[in-house]
């Protein structure tokens, strides 16, 4: 089967025609999702749906490489291509109000990251992944017999140390793009199948890969060298060092499991689809954590 990169449609065979013919109408209604979509990934000019579907094929097209290899290139493409994302160019020596957008907008992802790994657990029948996603749910929120506090107590803490009270971060509603983000990667988690989610959600764990850096990436999430600098509070130094030393494995491992399973069970195009909305929803995501930093500019 096909799904559409914008909004999930499922297609009952691998038919690039059908989602031509679905991207092409979507975008003559001028709907948003899927123009972005192609102006982004395919083409700025209209073309015939024939001419789409070969396009498309392109895309998608594995060739010999993994799946894991495909979607590193995808995200390197779009967060790290030319012009990167404009949240790591940020993050490169971070201001208070960056780091506190951050602090902000992320913990409200961390809580929605765990429920998403639950559902995961919760829905493959893998030992294997249920054993890496009960890692990530103590990891990241848990905390439990760790040599270090949980992902998300450094967050809470780097945010305490940059001046802003637990209470207050705790009590701020996200955003609306982090909201309808958390919303999707909710629905992705619960309703989408198990493999695609996975793929989904841990394809993101790549924005702190610093070894993408050696497969084409133009620059680290930050500047590892102000983690020995007095630039930023130690707090804050402990939160980005938790995600520089974790975030290589666990990505990498996750997509060696997406790798292992998605062509095992026949979802290989879907879960290329499904990762490559998660990408857009995290691209909009964090253009709300600087939307939020810009509140902290005064």
């Not at 060298?225 to 402990?238: F, H, P, R």
Request: charged share 25%.
């Amino acid at each position: 089967m096909t799904k559409c990169p914008a909004c999930l449609t499922t297609f009952p065979t691998a038919d690039y025609g059908a989602l031509s013919r679905h991207l092409s109408e979507r975008a003559q209604s001028s709907d948003t999702a899927h123009v972005r979509w192609l102006n982004q990934n395919v083409t700025r000019q209209k073309m015939p749906p024939t001419e789409l579907a070969d396009r498309l094929v392109q895309f998608f097209d594995l060739g010999s490489r993994p799946l894991s290899v495909w979607i590193k290139g995808r995200f390197i493409s779009k967060f790290y291509g030319k012009t990167p994302h404009p949240f790591p160019v940020a993050l490169q020596h971070p201001s208070r109000a960056t780091l506190l957008g951050y602090v902000f907008e992320h913990q409200h992802f961390l809580r929605q990251w765990v429920r998403s790994c639950a559902y995961i657990m919760a829905r493959t029948e893998e030992a294997d992944v249920a054993r890496y996603e009960l890692d990530n749910l103590n990891t990241e929120f848990g905390g439990i017999g760790t040599p270090s506090p949980s992902h998300y107590e450094l967050l809470l803490q780097m945010g305490e140390s940059l001046g802003v009270d637990r209470a207050r971060i705790l009590a701020t509603p996200p955003l609306a793009a982090t909201a309808h983000a958390i919303q999707e990667w909710n629905r992705i988690a619960s309703e989408e199948h198990w493999v695609e989610a996975l793929a989904a959600m841990h394809s993101l764990e790549l924005i702190a890969n610093r070894n993408l850096v050696d497969e084409g990436a133009s620059i680290r999430y930050f500047d590892p060298q102000i983690l020995e600098s007095s630039d930023v509070t130690g707090a804050t130094k402990a939160f980005l060092r938790e995600g520089y030393e974790a975030d290589v494995g666990h990505s990498d491992e996750a997509l060696a499991l997406v790798d292992q399973f998605a062509g095992r069970l026949g979802r290989v195009e879907e879960t290329q689809a499904t990762f490559l909305r998660s990408a857009d929803l995290f691209d909009d995501y964090m253009i709300a954590r600087l939307e939020r930093g810009a509140q902290f500019e005064s």
